[in-house]
C-alpha cells in the first residue's frame, strides 16, 4: 500500500530503519512505533519508497 501522505511516507521510513537495525527501537514514537509492530519489513519498505511528489504533508481525511 502505498503512502498518501509525507507524513505517513516518513513515518514508514523510520519504522524500516528501525527494523533493520539502524535506528533504535526506543526512538520510534506515535505512528512510526505502531508501523513498527503491525508492518513487515516488505510492507513497510513499499510504503518508505513512495514518491513525495504532490502528495500534502498529511492526510485529512480519517
Not at 509525507?6 to 526512538?27: D, H, I, P, S, T
Amino acid at each position: 500500500m502505498p503512502a498518501k501522505s509525507k507524513a505517513q511516507q516518513m513515518a514508514a521510513g523510520a519504522a524500516l530503519a528501525a527494523k533493520r537495525g539502524e535506528k533504535k527501537v526506543g526512538e520510534l514514537e506515535g505512528a512510526s512505533k505502531q508501523m513498527y509492530e503491525s508492518m513487515d519489513e516488505k510492507e513497510l519498505e513499499k510504503m518508505a519508497s513512495t514518491s513525495q511528489k504532490d502528495k500534502p504533508t498529511h492526510n485529512r481525511k480519517s
